[in-house]
């Protein structure tokens, strides 16, 4: 079992920058690849970025440069620094860490961008 726990969502303004964080917990040594997901209001779920435990990064085209995935080891947390947001990242963003084919999910935590 694995517990993934989201924070730092939140109100800003286009242009603006939010840091998001993600602590797993639970048997966190199976974990190779964490990930942000987000689902804006009527649309499906999307990915964001990933990371890999050897610090390998993928991005959506449509965050590239302007988020930046981030680890850190010791404290278990995966970080997504959002930068020059837009009204249209305005989303609910999870947490996502796949382990042997199931993917374990945070609660997600809610980013709103004022135009």
């Known amino acids: 079992q694995v517990q993934l726990a989201e924070t730092g969502g939140g109100l800003v303004q286009a242009g603006g920058s939010l840091r998001l964080s993600c602590a797993a917990s639970?048997?966190?040594?199976?974990?190779?690849?964490m990930g942000w997901y987000r689902q804006a209001a009527g649309k499906q779920r999307e990915l964001v970025a990933t990371?890999?435990?050897?610090?390998?990064?993928n991005y959506a085209d449509s965050v590239k440069g302007r988020f930046t995935i981030s680890k850190d080891n010791a404290k278990n947390t995966v970080y997504l620094q959002m930068n020059s947001l837009k009204p249209e990242d305005t989303a609910v963003y999870y947490c996502?860490?796949?382990?042997?084919?199931?993917?374990?999910w945070g609660q997600g935590t809610q980013v709103t961008v004022s135009s």
């Open positions: 639970g048997s966190i040594f199976n974990i190779n690849t």
């Open positions: 996502n860490a796949p382990i042997f084919g199931y993917p374990y």
């Open positions: 990371i890999t435990s050897g610090g390998r990064t």
